[in-house]
């Protein structure tokens, strides 16, 4: 069925072309700095140097979105930094059922330490407990387990904060502007995710009464549904000045309907981190002048984690013994300024 | 269900003869505003009636309109080809899983190389190629429809996946993008509109005023009847899921002007959408009966809808319940308003 029919030797060339022009994007997206300091004192914390050999398993959802992608190549090239870890990575999958059975897998290959990004965290509680149980300890990535005794260590980004740092953007740079209108294109309604967006936004907003937020939208973090639901506020607020898009996808579509319209009055504070984003922020030349992380690099992060947790270190910079029980990744504000450092981390 | 003047049964059940008359006269006219369409634009007028209240300054500005019937091209066109399938007794489900792949596959770095023309041309070969399997597979590979532009759904999306890899193509060709600016308006007419508008007149006369639009509704009505007729049955079948597929290529590359990029999530249950937008226009899910004008005034009603509540700020969870709500008292409207064709 996927079979194309192959009319023309132009489309040939397009499908190669295609094929390649993926496999070049694929190669590009992870570059951290290296790396941590090695500590002083006597705890023991993983460093580059090899060590007792790791196996990890990789267990997420589907890359059907550039985020969820930059988390996979995160993962993929940290493993692949350390002689010591063997990754098994497993087909994405965003069916529930499907995720559990390849997790189970890898329980029954015994890996040393699993790392998952579940598809949803609460309906995956069960099979995060099962790994506990075999005495393996489990990484969870982002999508938090319903119950703390599914994983050893959480590490994840922090959507409330990401709104709080956004709000307090626009806030400073609205703070002596007398009536301060603000609009909210959020992402898809029915995930907390976005609640939590929304109420990190709307809590900074309250340290600045001259702000008032006049319209709130919600897209569901598709280039299509940005432009749609963009193009409908624009028309809705005839005025504003300033705008923030919890999801720099939607909002590659949010900017075609702002450039459609022909509307540059305000400015405009993104969400998530992409390439895209970053690439206009630099640029300077039009309405969008921030993002707000969400880093995918928090993948390759878990990794160095499984790896630590697998050798029985702690982390370098701390004094601990272990590894920590749960991290909140900071939501760095990306502006103009500092755009450069954090370039490499977008993803596409 | 009757079928009351379709090419292929002559004879009307007494029951349906009233309507039927009314549609006859209204088929001299050169009309197919029969009452359902009607009905339809009645609930359109009660629209902008609302959204005229409600947000007076920012629903009545022209630029709304510009607005409303940009947002309706791109589901717009694809619900004209969705109608000749459902007409011929068809279902095609893999719309948006087409739209999606077209889009993608239009907007790789390799494709964008050969500018406006290549992306253009790549969109509309990609959706009529998948047209193409569909249509085989149904016609002469006897696959049940459903199952047919399923599967086609699974794997286009998959392969636009692919594709993509998960990432946003943008597109880089200015001539493409201008197309959805404001200078490329004519008269104040986006250049997307026009296309849906030429499309809805192309289709409106290929369904009314061709040999092709009677044999789709002879198929849709009665297949064994159609083939006793001297239809090839198969053939017209293969015809429509073409015809499908050339409407998804061309939405893809209206959206790809609209969004300014290629995703795999492009046209995201698209095929729900126009599969209701043309069944409140009118037309029979069974077949049979099809009508491009009552579609068009389908879309028209949801993406006003849409439209009315965004300038009111509602919130989504509104905005669905009330959406659900409209679509229900719309078809009991025209249950109504019908009722010897209920």
Redesign the interface.
């Known amino acids: 069925?996927?079979?194309?029919?192959s009319?023309?030797r132009?489309?040939l060339?397009?499908g190669t072309?295609?094929?390649s022009?993926?496999a070049l994007?694929?190669a590009c997206t992870s570059n951290e700095p290296t790396n941590q300091e090695q500590a002083t004192d006597n705890a023991p914390v993983a460093d580059d140097k090899p060590g007792k050999a790791v196996t990890i398993g990789f267990a997420g959802p589907?890359?059907?979105?550039?985020w969820?992608?930059a988390i996979n190549d995160n993962a993929k090239s940290r493993a692949k930094k350390y002689s010591d870890v063997t990754l098994e990575i497993t087909e994405g999958s965003n069916d529930i059922a499907q995720q559990i059975g390849q997790i189970q897998t890898l329980i029954n290959k015994k890996v040393d330490v699993l790392v998952i990004l579940p598809a949803d965290g609460k309906a995956l509680t069960q099979v995060g407990l099962q790994a506990m149980k075999a005495g393996i300890p489990v990484i969870n990535l982002d999508r938090v387990f319903a119950s703390p005794q599914a994983y050893r260590c959480w590490i994840g980004g922090d959507n409330y904060g990401m709104g709080l740092n956004a709000g307090h953007f626009i806030g400073e740079r609205l703070k002596d502007k007398p009536n301060a209108k603000v609009v909210e294109l959020a992402g898809l309604?029915?995930l907390e995710l976005t609640q939590q967006r929304t109420k990190g936004f709307d809590d900074a907003l309250k340290n600045y009464p001259n702000i008032k937020k006049?319209?709130?939208?919600?897209a569901?973090?598709?280039?299509?549904?940005?432009?749609?639901?963009m193009?409908?506020?624009l028309?809705?607020q005839?005025q504003f000045d300033a705008l923030w898009n919890h999801d720099d996808?939607q909002g590659?579509?949010a900017?075609?309907a702002i450039?459609?319209?022909?509307r540059d009055d305000f400015l405009m504070v993104g969400g998530a981190g992409?390439k895209?984003a970053m690439d206009a922020i630099k640029a300077d030349n039009g309405v969008l002048k921030a993002t707000v992380l969400y880093p995918p690099t928090m993948a390759a992060s878990a990794i160095d984690l499984a790896r630590a947790l697998g050798q029985g270190k702690g982390v370098g910079g701390l004094a601990e013994f272990e590894i920590p029980s749960s991290l909140t990744l900071y939501s760095a504000v990306v502006t103009k300024d500092n755009v450069d450092q954090y370039l490499p981390t977008g993803?596409? | 269900m009757t079928q009351p003047a379709t090419a292929a049964q002559k004879e009307t059940p007494t029951s349906a003869a009233k309507s039927a008359r009314g549609q006859e006269i209204s088929r001299r006219l050169g009309l197919r505003w029969d009452v359902r369409s009607l009905s339809l634009l009645g609930v359109l007028v009660v629209l902008v009636a609302v959204g005229g209240i409600t947000?007076p300054?920012?629903f009545l500005?022209t630029?709304?309109l510009q607005?409303v019937l940009?947002?309706a091209s791109v589901i717009g066109v694809v619900t004209v080809g969705m109608t000749f399938v459902i007409t011929g007794g068809g279902i095609d489900l893999s719309v948006g899983a087409i739209v999606a792949l077209a889009s993608v596959?239009a907007t790789?770095?390799?494709?964008q190389e050969f500018g406006f023309a290549g992306i253009l041309?790549?969109a509309v070969?990609?959706g009529v190629?998948c047209g193409?399997?569909n249509g085989l597979l149904i016609a002469y590979g006897r696959l049940v429809p459903f199952i047919a532009t399923l599967?086609?759904l699974?794997?286009?999306r998959?392969?636009a996946?692919?594709?993509?890899?998960?990432?946003?193509q943008?597109v880089a060709v200015d001539s493409v993008l201008d197309l959805?600016?404001?200078d490329a308006y004519v008269l104040g007419v986006p250049p997307l509109v026009l296309i849906f508008a030429a499309v809805t007149v192309i289709g409106w006369l290929l369904l009314n005023r061709t040999t092709f639009g009677r044999r789709t509704v002879a198929v849709g009505g009665n297949a064994e009847a159609a083939r006793l007729a001297g239809i090839d049955v198969r053939r017209q079948r293969l015809y429509l899921y073409l015809l499908s597929g050339l409407c998804c290529g061309i939405a893809a590359f209206m959206?790809i002007v609209?969004?300014?990029?290629g995703?795999?999530?492009?046209?995201?249950l698209y095929e729900l959408d126009a599969i209701a937008a043309a069944i409140i226009g009118g037309t029979l899910l069974s077949g049979g009966r099809g009508t491009i004008l009552g579609s068009v005034l389908g879309v028209l009603v949801f993406t006003t809808i849409?439209?009315i509540f965004?300038?009111?700020?509602l919130?989504?969870?509104v905005q669905q319940i009330a959406k659900g709500a409209i679509i229900v008292a719309a078809v009991l409207v025209q249950r109504r308003s019908m009722p010897g064709d209920a």
């Open positions: 069925m996927a079979r194309i029919p009319t023309s132009r489309a060339l397009f072309a295609a094929a022009a993926g994007l694929t589907q890359a059907d979105h550039g969820l992608n309604d029915n006049v319209a709130r939208q919600a569901d973090f598709t280039v299509e549904s940005g432009q749609a639901k193009a409908q506020l028309q809705a005839s996808d590659v579509g900017l075609r450039d459609q319209a022909g992409a895209s993803f596409k | 947000a300054d920012e500005a630029s709304n607005l940009t947002q596959w790789t770095v390799a494709t041309f790549t070969i990609v190629g193409l399997v599967a086609m699974a794997s286009a998959g392969l996946l692919q594709i993509t890899d998960g990432s946003t943008i959805g600016a404001r959206l609209l969004a300014g990029s995703q795999n999530t492009n046209g995201n849409t439209n965004a300038l009111n700020n919130e989504t969870a």
